[in-house]
């Protein structure tokens, strides 16, 4: 059986990414992130949350709209 150590893939993987992020905003690019929230699930603002502190970490962009939940999915898109 192989054992995979997930916190070392996943330091692997966060260090490579901050790299090609620093390789763009070398060239004057600056990827982010963008999240529309509807509504006021208790989950979903955690789940974006936890993005919203992943993206600062990677040096990303990040923006999120909060729309209240009487906004249809169909309305948004």
């Known amino acids: 059986m192989v054992r995979i150590d997930g916190a ?3 330091a692997k993987v966060m260090e490579e990414t901050k790299q090609r992020i620093a390789a763009l905003a070398e ?3 600056k990827p982010g992130l963008a999240v529309v929230l509807v509504g006021d699930d208790p989950a979903s603002r955690a789940y974006v ?3 919203d502190r992943k993206a600062a970490e ?3 962009h990040s923006v999120k709209k909060e729309l209240a939940r009487r906004h249809h999915v ?3 898109c």
Do not use: D, E
């Open 74 to 76: 169909r309305r948004i």
């Open 8 to 10: 070392a893939v996943a």
């Open 58 to 60: 990677l040096g990303l």
């Open 27 to 29: 060239r004057g690019i």
């Open 49 to 51: 949350r936890s993005k």
